[in-house]
């Protein structure tokens, strides 16, 4: 069984950058079953993937240039954990981050055999 867990700052002020941790256990980061993602839903509004990193510390990003711009994610193999980080941010980044993994690099929802964390919120405010 797959356990993801997201931590970091429930609140980020405006124009800060936003840093989320996923610690994961029962399965490695440098296994080639999942892609090691993060997903968010801001309140009102679908799923939303922002990147992806596979087992072999490849990078995938959202195709929105906006959210690409200002997205970081990396990897630390010796503590299993990946991060995301979100530059710049504003109000309408306040949303639910998910860290997940999953069979396919990008998903907009949950689909059979992904392995989601319980999510975490973020507000930006100042």
């Known amino acids: 069984q797959v356990q993801l867990q997201e931590s970091g700052p429930g609140l980020v002020k405006p124009s800060q950058t936003l840093s989320l941790t996923c610690t994961v256990s029962?399965?490695?980061?440098?296994?080639?079953?999942?892609?090691w993602g993060w997903i968010r839903q801001p309140p009102g509004k679908g799923l939303e993937w922002m990147g992806a990193i596979n087992n072999g510390g490849r990078i995938f990003y959202s195709p929105s240039l906006e959210i690409k711009r200002r997205t970081s994610i990396s990897r630390d193999t010796a503590k299993n954990q990946f991060t995301l980080q979100l530059s710049s941010v504003t109000p309408e980044d306040t949303a639910v981050y998910y860290c997940?993994?999953?069979?396919?690099?990008?998903?907009?929802?949950?689909?059979?055999?992904?392995?989601w964390g319980q999510g975490t919120q973020v507000t930006v405010s100042s």
């Open positions: 997940a993994a999953t069979k396919a690099v990008a998903v907009r929802t949950r689909n059979a055999g992904d392995y």
């Open positions: 029962g399965a490695s980061l440098t296994t080639d079953l999942y892609y």
